[in-house]
Protein backbone atom coordinates (compact mmCIF):
# COMPACT_ATOMS: atom_id res chain seq x y z
CA UNK A 1 0.00 0.00 0.00
CA UNK A 2 1.19 3.51 -1.04
CA UNK A 3 1.96 6.07 2.21
CA UNK A 4 2.18 2.66 3.92
CA UNK A 5 4.96 1.69 6.64
CA UNK A 6 8.25 1.85 5.36
CA UNK A 7 11.89 0.71 7.01
CA UNK A 8 12.58 3.50 8.85
CA UNK A 9 8.85 3.82 10.75
CA UNK A 10 8.98 4.49 14.77
CA UNK A 11 6.59 4.17 16.38
CA UNK A 12 2.96 6.24 17.03
CA UNK A 13 2.42 6.77 20.59
CA UNK A 14 1.58 10.40 21.27
CA UNK A 15 -0.67 13.02 19.75
CA UNK A 16 1.04 15.56 18.28
CA UNK A 17 -0.42 19.10 19.85
CA UNK A 18 -1.49 21.77 16.84
CA UNK A 19 -1.08 25.43 18.07
CA UNK A 20 -3.20 27.59 15.75
CA UNK A 21 -1.40 31.10 14.95
CA UNK A 22 -2.72 34.21 13.23
CA UNK A 23 -0.20 33.77 9.82
CA UNK A 24 -1.44 37.98 9.45
CA UNK A 25 -0.26 38.83 12.46
CA UNK A 26 2.02 35.94 14.42
CA UNK A 27 1.91 35.96 18.25
CA UNK A 28 5.61 35.65 19.44
CA UNK A 29 4.86 32.95 22.18
CA UNK A 30 4.31 29.50 20.23
CA UNK A 31 6.62 30.51 17.58
CA UNK A 32 9.18 30.73 20.24
CA UNK A 33 8.25 27.53 21.75
CA UNK A 34 8.72 26.05 18.69
CA UNK A 35 12.28 27.50 17.78
CA UNK A 36 12.93 25.91 21.50
CA UNK A 37 11.82 22.59 20.26
CA UNK A 38 14.17 23.33 17.37
CA UNK A 39 16.91 24.26 19.29
CA UNK A 40 16.51 21.13 21.20
CA UNK A 41 16.92 18.78 18.24
CA UNK A 42 13.64 18.18 17.86
CA UNK A 43 10.63 18.51 14.95
CA UNK A 44 7.83 21.12 14.37
CA UNK A 45 5.66 21.51 11.49
CA UNK A 46 4.87 25.24 10.22
CA UNK A 47 3.21 26.92 7.39
CA UNK A 48 5.10 28.63 4.23
CA UNK A 49 3.48 29.78 1.49
CA UNK A 50 4.37 27.06 -0.78
CA UNK A 51 3.10 23.66 1.56
CA UNK A 52 3.78 22.87 4.97
CA UNK A 53 7.39 21.95 6.15
CA UNK A 54 8.62 19.81 8.49
CA UNK A 55 11.68 21.37 9.98
CA UNK A 56 14.38 20.15 12.08
CA UNK A 57 18.05 22.31 12.82
CA UNK A 58 19.21 21.90 9.58
CA UNK A 59 23.12 21.77 10.80
CA UNK A 60 22.36 19.64 13.34
CA UNK A 61 22.98 15.61 12.07
CA UNK A 62 20.94 14.03 14.51
CA UNK A 63 17.73 16.49 14.27
CA UNK A 64 18.27 16.00 10.38
CA UNK A 65 18.13 12.28 10.59
CA UNK A 66 14.88 12.93 12.56
CA UNK A 67 13.12 14.26 9.69
CA UNK A 68 14.21 10.95 7.50
CA UNK A 69 12.33 8.65 10.42
CA UNK A 70 9.62 10.55 10.47
CA UNK A 71 9.03 11.44 6.81
CA UNK A 72 10.08 7.56 6.15
CA UNK A 73 11.79 9.83 3.75
CA UNK A 74 14.84 7.83 1.30
CA UNK A 75 18.27 8.57 2.71
CA UNK A 76 19.71 9.74 -1.08
CA UNK A 77 17.12 12.58 -1.09
CA UNK A 78 18.35 15.61 0.32
CA UNK A 79 16.71 18.42 2.16
CA UNK A 80 16.07 22.29 1.13
CA UNK A 81 18.05 24.79 4.12
CA UNK A 82 15.76 27.68 4.78
CA UNK A 83 17.19 30.52 5.57
CA UNK A 84 15.26 34.34 7.26
CA UNK A 85 18.14 36.80 6.03
CA UNK A 86 20.72 36.80 3.37
CA UNK A 87 23.57 37.16 5.18
CA UNK A 88 22.99 33.47 6.72
CA UNK A 89 23.83 32.29 2.97
CA UNK A 90 27.77 33.00 2.95
CA UNK A 91 28.62 30.57 5.96
CA UNK A 92 25.88 27.25 4.06
CA UNK A 93 27.83 27.52 0.77
CA UNK A 94 31.50 27.34 -1.18
CA UNK A 95 32.34 30.92 -2.61
CA UNK A 96 30.24 33.40 -4.05
CA UNK A 97 27.15 33.41 -5.43
CA UNK A 98 27.80 34.08 -9.24
CA UNK A 99 25.63 36.42 -11.31
CA UNK A 100 22.72 34.56 -11.84
CA UNK A 101 22.31 33.57 -8.43
CA UNK A 102 22.52 37.12 -7.03
CA UNK A 103 19.92 38.49 -9.92
CA UNK A 104 17.40 35.65 -8.89
CA UNK A 105 17.57 36.46 -4.75
CA UNK A 106 17.28 40.29 -5.57
CA UNK A 107 14.02 38.83 -7.95
CA UNK A 108 12.63 36.37 -5.94
CA UNK A 109 13.84 36.06 -2.20
CA UNK A 110 11.79 35.91 -0.01
CA UNK A 111 9.46 33.69 -1.88
CA UNK A 112 8.78 30.16 -3.25
CA UNK A 113 12.48 29.58 -5.15
CA UNK A 114 15.38 27.63 -3.74
CA UNK A 115 19.04 27.76 -5.02
CA UNK A 116 21.74 24.78 -5.22
CA UNK A 117 25.15 25.81 -4.71
CA UNK A 118 28.20 24.32 -3.59
CA UNK A 119 28.07 23.22 -0.04
CA UNK A 120 30.43 24.47 3.01
CA UNK A 121 31.53 22.16 5.72
CA UNK A 122 29.04 23.30 7.94
CA UNK A 123 26.00 22.09 6.71
CA UNK A 124 26.04 18.20 7.38
CA UNK A 125 26.55 15.26 4.33
CA UNK A 126 23.08 13.89 6.16
CA UNK A 127 21.37 16.98 5.11
CA UNK A 128 22.47 16.95 1.45
CA UNK A 129 22.32 13.20 1.02
CA UNK A 130 25.96 12.89 0.21
CA UNK A 131 26.04 15.36 -2.72
CA UNK A 132 28.49 17.93 -2.61
CA UNK A 133 25.80 20.98 -2.96
CA UNK A 134 23.13 22.35 -1.17
CA UNK A 135 19.45 23.10 -1.88
CA UNK A 136 18.73 27.05 0.17
CA UNK A 137 15.33 28.87 -0.07
CA UNK A 138 14.48 31.63 1.60
CA UNK A 139 10.48 31.61 2.13
CA UNK A 140 8.32 34.72 2.44
CA UNK A 141 5.82 33.33 4.87
CA UNK A 142 5.60 35.60 8.45
CA UNK A 143 5.53 32.37 10.62
CA UNK A 144 8.05 30.74 8.86
CA UNK A 145 10.49 33.49 8.52
CA UNK A 146 10.03 34.58 12.17
CA UNK A 147 11.07 30.90 13.15
CA UNK A 148 13.95 30.78 11.64
CA UNK A 149 14.91 33.85 13.52
CA UNK A 150 14.15 33.09 16.77
CA UNK A 151 15.96 29.30 15.99
CA UNK A 152 19.08 31.43 15.15
CA UNK A 153 19.67 28.63 12.70
CA UNK A 154 19.07 27.42 9.45
CA UNK A 155 15.70 25.32 9.29
CA UNK A 156 16.02 21.85 6.83
CA UNK A 157 12.25 21.05 5.90
CA UNK A 158 11.19 18.85 3.79
CA UNK A 159 7.39 18.67 3.09
CA UNK A 160 5.44 17.93 5.95
CA UNK A 161 3.54 14.45 4.32
CA UNK A 162 4.62 10.99 4.70
CA UNK A 163 7.04 10.11 1.86
CA UNK A 164 5.22 9.39 -1.29
CA UNK A 165 1.88 11.51 -0.22
CA UNK A 166 0.34 14.47 -1.31
CA UNK A 167 2.35 17.67 0.14
CA UNK A 168 0.12 19.16 3.09
CA UNK A 169 -1.34 22.63 2.57
CA UNK A 170 -3.35 22.67 5.76
CA UNK A 171 -2.41 21.98 8.91
CA UNK A 172 -5.14 18.92 9.19
CA UNK A 173 -3.07 17.56 6.21
CA UNK A 174 0.06 16.86 8.38
CA UNK A 175 -2.17 15.88 11.08
CA UNK A 176 -3.68 12.95 9.05
CA UNK A 177 0.44 11.76 8.13
CA UNK A 178 2.59 13.15 11.05
CA UNK A 179 0.17 12.56 14.06
CA UNK A 180 2.13 11.42 17.05
CA UNK A 181 5.48 11.50 15.00
CA UNK A 182 6.06 15.08 16.59
CA UNK A 183 5.79 17.04 19.34
CA UNK A 184 4.49 20.40 17.67
CA UNK A 185 2.39 21.53 14.55
CA UNK A 186 2.08 25.22 13.96
CA UNK A 187 -1.33 25.96 12.10
CA UNK A 188 -1.23 28.96 10.12
CA UNK A 189 -4.15 27.83 7.60
CA UNK A 190 -4.45 26.73 4.05
CA UNK A 191 -0.83 27.66 2.05
CA UNK A 192 -1.25 30.29 -0.57
CA UNK A 193 0.93 28.93 -3.86
CA UNK A 194 -0.17 24.98 -2.70
CA UNK A 195 2.83 23.42 -4.48
CA UNK A 196 6.39 23.41 -3.55
CA UNK A 197 9.07 25.64 -4.87
CA UNK A 198 10.73 26.18 -7.91
CA UNK A 199 13.97 24.08 -7.57
CA UNK A 200 17.07 25.71 -9.76
CA UNK A 201 20.40 24.68 -10.59
CA UNK A 202 23.15 27.25 -10.21
CA UNK A 203 26.37 25.59 -10.39
CA UNK A 204 26.21 24.78 -13.88
CA UNK A 205 26.64 27.62 -16.94
CA UNK A 206 22.54 28.52 -17.40
CA UNK A 207 20.48 28.10 -14.46
CA UNK A 208 18.57 24.81 -14.76
CA UNK A 209 14.84 24.08 -12.92
CA UNK A 210 14.93 21.07 -11.89
CA UNK A 211 11.18 21.21 -10.04
CA UNK A 212 8.99 23.81 -11.28
CA UNK A 213 6.85 25.64 -8.87
CA UNK A 214 5.18 28.97 -8.59
CA UNK A 215 8.39 30.72 -10.08
CA UNK A 216 8.32 30.18 -13.63
CA UNK A 217 11.57 29.12 -16.13
CA UNK A 218 10.27 32.41 -17.85
CA UNK A 219 10.58 34.48 -14.90
CA UNK A 220 14.12 33.32 -14.03
CA UNK A 221 15.68 33.66 -17.41
CA UNK A 222 14.28 37.47 -17.65
CA UNK A 223 16.13 38.01 -14.13
CA UNK A 224 19.07 35.54 -14.69
CA UNK A 225 19.44 36.23 -18.36
CA UNK A 226 18.89 32.24 -19.29
CA UNK A 227 17.30 29.36 -18.25
CA UNK A 228 16.66 26.00 -19.26
CA UNK A 229 14.08 23.19 -17.96
CA UNK A 230 15.72 19.22 -17.16
CA UNK A 231 14.05 17.07 -19.49
CA UNK A 232 13.09 14.75 -16.87
CA UNK A 233 10.26 17.51 -14.77
CA UNK A 234 8.13 16.22 -17.41
CA UNK A 235 8.99 12.29 -18.49
CA UNK A 236 9.93 9.25 -16.42
CA UNK A 237 13.80 8.87 -15.55
CA UNK A 238 14.90 5.92 -18.12
CA UNK A 239 16.59 2.76 -16.59
CA UNK A 240 19.71 3.20 -15.33
CA UNK A 241 19.47 7.43 -16.02
CA UNK A 242 21.31 9.41 -13.18
CA UNK A 243 18.36 11.92 -11.39
CA UNK A 244 20.17 15.32 -11.11
CA UNK A 245 17.76 16.05 -8.67
CA UNK A 246 17.35 12.74 -6.30
CA UNK A 247 13.80 13.52 -5.20
CA UNK A 248 13.18 12.70 -9.20
CA UNK A 249 13.53 9.28 -9.17
CA UNK A 250 10.58 8.86 -6.47
CA UNK A 251 6.95 8.43 -7.25
CA UNK A 252 5.31 11.53 -5.67
CA UNK A 253 2.19 12.98 -4.06
CA UNK A 254 -0.13 9.81 -4.95
CA UNK A 255 -3.06 9.72 -3.15
CA UNK A 256 -4.51 6.12 -2.27
CA UNK A 257 -6.59 5.58 -5.34
CA UNK A 258 -5.58 5.10 -8.31
CA UNK A 259 -4.75 8.26 -10.59
CA UNK A 260 -4.91 8.76 -14.37
CA UNK A 261 -4.62 11.97 -16.44
CA UNK A 262 -6.45 12.91 -19.54
CA UNK A 263 -4.85 15.34 -22.15
CA UNK A 264 -6.25 16.59 -25.37
CA UNK A 265 -9.27 17.78 -26.19
CA UNK A 266 -11.35 14.73 -26.13
CA UNK A 267 -10.49 14.86 -21.99
CA UNK A 268 -14.17 15.52 -20.94
CA UNK A 269 -15.81 12.59 -22.72
CA UNK A 270 -13.37 10.33 -22.03
CA UNK A 271 -13.51 10.61 -18.69
CA UNK A 272 -17.24 10.79 -18.44
CA UNK A 273 -17.28 7.30 -20.24
CA UNK A 274 -14.59 6.01 -18.33
CA UNK A 275 -16.22 6.70 -14.55
CA UNK A 276 -19.43 5.53 -15.98
CA UNK A 277 -17.81 2.33 -16.19
CA UNK A 278 -15.62 2.47 -12.70
CA UNK A 279 -16.85 1.60 -9.13
CA UNK A 280 -16.13 4.23 -6.46
CA UNK A 281 -14.58 6.77 -8.99
CA UNK A 282 -13.84 10.37 -8.80
CA UNK A 283 -13.42 13.21 -11.63
CA UNK A 284 -10.60 16.38 -11.13
CA UNK A 285 -12.09 19.10 -13.38
CA UNK A 286 -11.29 22.36 -14.47
CA UNK A 287 -13.78 24.72 -13.08
CA UNK A 288 -15.31 25.58 -16.15
CA UNK A 289 -15.70 21.65 -17.06
CA UNK A 290 -17.80 20.77 -13.85
CA UNK A 291 -21.36 21.25 -15.58
CA UNK A 292 -20.17 18.95 -18.60
CA UNK A 293 -19.91 16.14 -16.11
CA UNK A 294 -23.96 16.03 -14.93
CA UNK A 295 -24.54 15.02 -11.51
CA UNK A 296 -21.25 12.51 -11.52
CA UNK A 297 -18.75 12.91 -8.67
CA UNK A 298 -16.93 16.21 -9.03
CA UNK A 299 -14.36 18.18 -7.10
CA UNK A 300 -12.91 21.50 -8.77
CA UNK A 301 -9.67 22.28 -9.67
CA UNK A 302 -10.27 26.04 -9.98
CA UNK A 303 -10.27 28.26 -12.84
CA UNK A 304 -6.87 28.52 -14.89
CA UNK A 305 -3.42 26.85 -13.68
CA UNK A 306 -2.53 29.00 -11.17
CA UNK A 307 -5.94 27.90 -8.88
CA UNK A 308 -4.89 24.30 -9.85
CA UNK A 309 -1.48 24.76 -8.57
CA UNK A 310 -3.44 25.62 -5.03
CA UNK A 311 -5.81 23.05 -5.20
CA UNK A 312 -4.23 19.79 -6.95
CA UNK A 313 -2.31 18.31 -3.56
CA UNK A 314 -5.91 19.25 -1.37
CA UNK A 315 -8.04 17.52 -4.06
CA UNK A 316 -5.63 14.43 -4.18
CA UNK A 317 -6.15 14.26 -0.42
CA UNK A 318 -9.97 14.73 -0.31
CA UNK A 319 -10.17 12.08 -3.18
CA UNK A 320 -9.06 9.60 -0.41
CA UNK A 321 -11.09 10.93 2.35
CA UNK A 322 -13.86 9.99 0.08
CA UNK A 323 -12.48 6.90 -0.37
CA UNK A 324 -11.93 7.20 -4.01
CA UNK A 325 -10.35 4.47 -5.94
CA UNK A 326 -10.27 5.40 -9.38
CA UNK A 327 -9.50 9.84 -9.77
CA UNK A 328 -9.57 10.88 -13.32
CA UNK A 329 -7.99 14.50 -13.65
CA UNK A 330 -7.82 16.83 -16.37
CA UNK A 331 -4.36 18.14 -17.15
CA UNK A 332 -3.54 21.51 -18.44
CA UNK A 333 -0.97 23.13 -20.66
CA UNK A 334 2.90 22.59 -19.21
CA UNK A 335 3.66 26.39 -19.47
CA UNK A 336 4.36 28.61 -17.05
CA UNK A 337 2.65 27.95 -13.37
CA UNK A 338 0.97 24.84 -15.93
CA UNK A 339 4.27 23.29 -16.03
CA UNK A 340 4.53 22.95 -12.15
CA UNK A 341 1.25 21.63 -11.84
CA UNK A 342 1.94 18.73 -14.84
CA UNK A 343 4.81 17.74 -13.24
CA UNK A 344 3.34 16.91 -10.33
CA UNK A 345 0.03 15.54 -11.82
CA UNK A 346 2.23 13.34 -13.87
CA UNK A 347 3.87 12.10 -10.64
CA UNK A 348 1.01 11.22 -8.92
CA UNK A 349 -0.40 9.25 -11.65
CA UNK A 350 2.77 7.67 -12.18
CA UNK A 351 2.89 8.83 -15.83
CA UNK A 352 -0.50 7.15 -16.21
CA UNK A 353 -1.87 9.67 -18.93
CA UNK A 354 -4.11 9.20 -22.01
CA UNK A 355 -4.40 11.31 -24.84
CA UNK A 356 -7.61 12.04 -26.60
P1 LIG B 1 11.06 18.45 -0.63
O1 LIG B 1 11.94 18.88 0.50
O2 LIG B 1 10.27 17.22 -0.36
O3 LIG B 1 10.28 19.59 -1.16
O4 LIG B 1 12.08 18.06 -1.77
C1 LIG B 1 13.27 18.81 -1.98
C2 LIG B 1 13.67 18.72 -3.40
O5 LIG B 1 14.87 19.45 -3.63
C3 LIG B 1 13.91 17.29 -3.83
O6 LIG B 1 13.38 17.08 -5.11
C4 LIG B 1 15.42 17.20 -3.83
O7 LIG B 1 15.88 16.19 -4.69
C5 LIG B 1 15.81 18.60 -4.28
N1 LIG B 1 17.16 18.93 -3.81
C6 LIG B 1 17.51 19.22 -2.55
N2 LIG B 1 18.85 19.41 -2.47
C7 LIG B 1 19.34 19.23 -3.70
C8 LIG B 1 20.66 19.27 -4.27
N3 LIG B 1 21.73 19.55 -3.54
N4 LIG B 1 20.77 19.01 -5.60
C9 LIG B 1 19.70 18.74 -6.36
N5 LIG B 1 18.43 18.68 -5.89
C10 LIG B 1 18.25 18.92 -4.57
MG1 LIG C 1 8.20 16.64 -0.57
Redo the contacts with the bound molecule.
Keep these: MRGGPGPHDVPVTRRSEVVQIDPTDPPPEPIRRAAAVLRAGGLVAFPTE??Y?LGADGLNEGAVEKIFQA?G?PGD????LHIAELSELAPLILGEPNAAAKALMAAHWPGPL?M?FP?SALVPDRA??G?????IRMPSHPVARELIRLAGTPIA???A?R?GRP?PTTAADVLEDMDGRIPLILDGGQCEVGL??T?V?LTGGVPRV??PGFVTAAEIKSAAGGSEIDPAVLAPLSEGEA??????KYR?YAPMGEVTAFRGPGAVGEIARRYDQADNALILALEENVPRYGNRCVLSLGRDESAMASTLFRALREADRLKAEHIFCECVEPEGVGLAVMNRLLRAAAFNVIDT
Design positions: TVGKRNPLITIKTALPTVAAPSNSSESVDLRPRSPGMH
